[in-house]
């Protein structure tokens, strides 16, 4: 055996074995843990934002106006509406129009109304103008038109005549509590041999939620 052979081994062979021991050492070259090893982590819960609140704000709105077009829906004045238009399409051009149809008013406030024939003529200072229960809303006349004030919880009736043509709109006055947001104000009268395609949600304009 060639005696400088044998030396030139014994030096390299325990380079090579202190060279594996250091890339075997712990806690070197340590590859990363993947993001599912630590998933169930209680710390790596994303925190709420504000894409969260927006679409949880989104979501309340959508609720309050489903409840507000049931219960205008279920209205006695639109399900009449609703029946008249569907059993004819003719209609006179001396039919009247009382606008707005349908009011909901809390305690102590006021609405204004204003009545049109089928041509888009208005009629209001023409009419003669009555409430069916003054003691739960009280109507006065004045030169631009009648303005009802109402004065305890209930339902009545505002009625315009115009000769032997009358229309009317039904105000439910009720508590301040109980007009929540998203609480149908008011609603226009239907338009005769026209068919509803859809209620769209009124969003605040700047932010506002």
Request: hydrophobic content about 35%; some cysteine.
């Amino acid at each position: 055996m060639n005696p400088f052979f044998f030396c030139r081994r014994l030096i390299v062979v325990p380079f090579l074995t202190v060279a594996c021991f250091a890339l075997r050492t712990p806690g070197q070259n340590a590859p990363p843990q993947s993001p599912a090893a630590t998933s169930n982590s209680p710390q790596s819960a994303p925190p709420s934002t504000a894409a969260d609140d927006a679409a949880a704000k989104a979501a309340e709105r959508k609720k309050r106006f489903d409840e507000a077009k049931k219960h205008l829906e279920n209205s006695p004045s639109q399900q009449q509406n609703g029946s008249d238009a569907a059993a004819s399409c003719s209609y006179s051009p001396n039919d009247l129009s009382l606008s707005p149809a349908l009011v909901n008013i809390v305690v102590g406030e006021t609405q204004r109304f204003s009545l049109f024939d089928q041509a888009g003529h208005k009629l209001t200072a023409q009419a003669d103008w009555s409430v069916s229960d003054s003691s739960i809303a009280e109507l006065h006349v004045e030169s631009d038109g009648p303005v009802l004030t109402s004065k305890q919880k209930g339902t009545v009736r505002v009625q315009a005549h115009v000769d032997s043509h009358s229309a009317e709109a039904t105000v439910n006055v009720i508590s301040a509590e109980e007009m929540k947001p998203g609480t149908i104000r008011w609603s226009a009268p239907p338009t005769p041999c026209a068919k509803t395609k859809g209620i769209v949600v009124a969003v605040p304009s700047g932010g506002v939620r």
